[in-house]
């Protein structure tokens, strides 16, 4: 299995390639559009033919390439059912397993962060978009978000989780690339440490996040499997241009 994990700098995104060596298939987890060509040399230097992309939810701060992915080398577009977008190929749900090859993806639905969010796991490892971070969690106060619901789902389905798997969330602010079920358990400021779901709701409450300045460009592009908006204002252009520049992991 090939494994590589890839970052956008300007919406602290994580992408993630992973490569059956058997069949030549390869699967992008949550890509982003202005790094389209970065994902496709990566993929051809590991002698690989992008079969899917695989969104873990509709992203509200980048719009997804998969929709431009597609078109160029002929992709497939998965992404979490519920969401009931018509540009899909196949559309994701909890209890089905998704494969490609020899690479097997349980999806697991996590809701809270948004109300169609999905987790990955693969092997020893979980893709955990939004819903679980490193040392924090996505915020829930847009796209149906539920603080309760996150809170249940970081709780029975994630860390529930063996201890041991890693975490491989869809940002980090930081320059962190990987946690454990047990790191986020034992010292998560949001979730971790026993937090009650009263401490977790007023922790959320108390969050004074602003509004997300890409959001009404993001959501209708990627429920579209994106597509950047014509209108643009200038200072956002850089979220659909291609990048000159982007650290790899």
């Known amino acids: 299995m090939i494994f590589r994990q890839l970052y956008e700098p300007i919406s602290s995104t994580y992408t993630y390639l992973l490569g059956c060596e058997e069949t030549g298939l ?10 389209v060509q970065r994902d496709l040399d990566e993929v051809r230097k590991h002698g690989l033919m992008l079969a899917y992309t695989l969104d873990t939810h509709i992203h509200a701060d980048h719009i997804t390439s998969a929709l431009q992915l597609k078109q160029k080398v002929g992709s497939k577009i998965a992404a979490p059912a519920m ?6 190929d196949v559309g994701i749900e909890e209890g089905k397993l998704f494969q490609v090859g020899s690479l097997n993806f349980t999806p697991l639905h996590t809701p809270g962060h948004t109300d169609g969010h999905f987790a ?26 539920d603080t309760d619901e996150l809170y249940r789902t970081v ?7 063996p201890e041991d798997y890693l975490v491989y969330p869809a940002h980090d602010y ?9 790191q986020e358990k034992n010292r998560n400021p949001r979730l971790g440490q026993g937090k009650t779901l009263e401490e977790f ?3 959320m409450r108390n969050l ?3 509004y997300p300045k890409f959001i009404d460009y993001a959501v209708p592009g990627n429920r579209q499997c994106g597509v950047c908006p014509p209108d643009l204002p200038e200072h956002l252009q850089e979220y659909c241009q291609r990048m000159v520049h982007s650290p790899q992991g």
Request: hydrophobic share 40%.
């Open 26 to 35: 390869a699967v992008l987890v949550d890509p982003v559009i202005n790094a």
């Open 120 to 145: 990955y796991i693969f092997q020893d490892r979980v893709f955990s978009g939004d819903a679980l971070l490193i040392d924090g969690c996505g915020r829930t106060d847009f796209q149906n978000g």
């Open 155 to 161: 709780n029975e389905k994630l860390f529930a989780l």
């Open 208 to 210: 004074n996040l602003d």
């Open 174 to 182: 930081h320059d962190r690339r990987v946690s454990t079920i047990a």
């Open 201 to 203: 709701r007023e922790i």
């Open 83 to 88: 969401e009931g977008l018509p540009c899909t």
